[in-house]
T-cell receptor, first 112, second 115 residues
Framework: GDSVTQMEGPVTLSEEAFLTINCTYT??????LFWYVQYPGEGLQLLLK?????DKGSNKGFEATYRKETTSFHLEKGSVQVSDSAVYFC???????????FGKGTLLTVNP | DVKVTQSSRYLVKRTGEKVFLECVQD?????MFWYRQDPGLGLRLIYF???????EKGDIPEGYSVSREKKERFSLILESASTNQTSMYLC??????????????FGPGTRLTVL
């Protein structure tokens, strides 16, 4: 079945550091790929998405490119801020029932 | 603006109680979902509904039931709460479109503690 594997955390960075959170997937067909973010005490918010191979999703300085050849959707940001501290979830969607399959989440802490 | 609301942010119940968690969305979405979130396990799907009165089991439906009498409202029911159901519960909704795996919109979550 479909599955998502993402980098285990926690990840701790200093402000203005470069961020990469790795995400790889296994799926049949051509799934859509998502990154969601969960700030402390809140629900999940969509950060970015890509619906086909070579698409790049971007939002708030974060980017991820849908790489079909490596089945990956790594999240990157050039310069993180303290306010980026959150849990990040990679997810894939596909099939006729509109379910999403989530990775286990990566906790990011950014120190001043 | 997109809005999914959940009836409580925090809830404390006793073992054996019947517990209702309510979720309401104002986006006229067809699909609604209930997840639980636990440390180290990520999000796990309990049940989902793709239409009024329609429901399907997710990955961990045991000990739970759901109700969807109106399009905007999706309820999760713990018939007899147990301590292993202490968790964060997240509701989400999405629209039916031509695109597979459409975006899900989440509520703020209910942190349930069963004593």
């Amino acid at each position: 079945g479909d599955s998502v594997t993402q980098m285990e955390g926690p990840v701790t960075l200093s402000e203005e550091a470069f961020l990469t959170i790795n995400c790889t997937y296994t799926a049949t067909g051509y799934p859509s790929l998502f990154w969601y973010v969960q700030y402390p005490g809140e629900g999940l918010q969509l950060l970015l998405k890509a619906t086909k191979a070579d698409d790049k999703g971007s939002n708030k300085g974060f980017e991820a490119t849908y790489r079909k050849e490596t089945t990956s959707f790594h999240l990157e940001k050039g310069s993180v801020q303290v306010s980026d501290s959150a849990v990040y979830f990679c997810a894939l969607g596909g099939g006729s029932n509109y379910k999403l399959t989530f990775g286990k989440g990566t906790l990011l802490t950014v120190n001043p | 603006d997109v809005k999914v609301t959940q009836s409580s942010r925090y809830l404390v119940k006793r073992t054996g109680e019947k517990v209702f968690l309510e979720c309401v969305q104002d986006m006229d979405h067809e699909n609604m979902f209930w997840y639980r979130q636990d440390p180290g396990l990520g999000l796990r799907l309990i049940y989902f509904s793709y239409d009024v009165k329609m429901k399907e089991k997710g990955d961990i439906p045991e000990g739970y039931s759901v109700s969807r009498e109106k399009k905007e409202r999706f309820s999760l029911i713990l018939e007899s709460a147990s301590t292993n159901q202490t968790s964060m519960y997240l509701c989400a909704s999405s629209a039916i479109t031509g695109t597979l795996g459409d975006t899900q919109y989440f509520g703020p979550g209910t942190r349930l503690t069963v004593l």
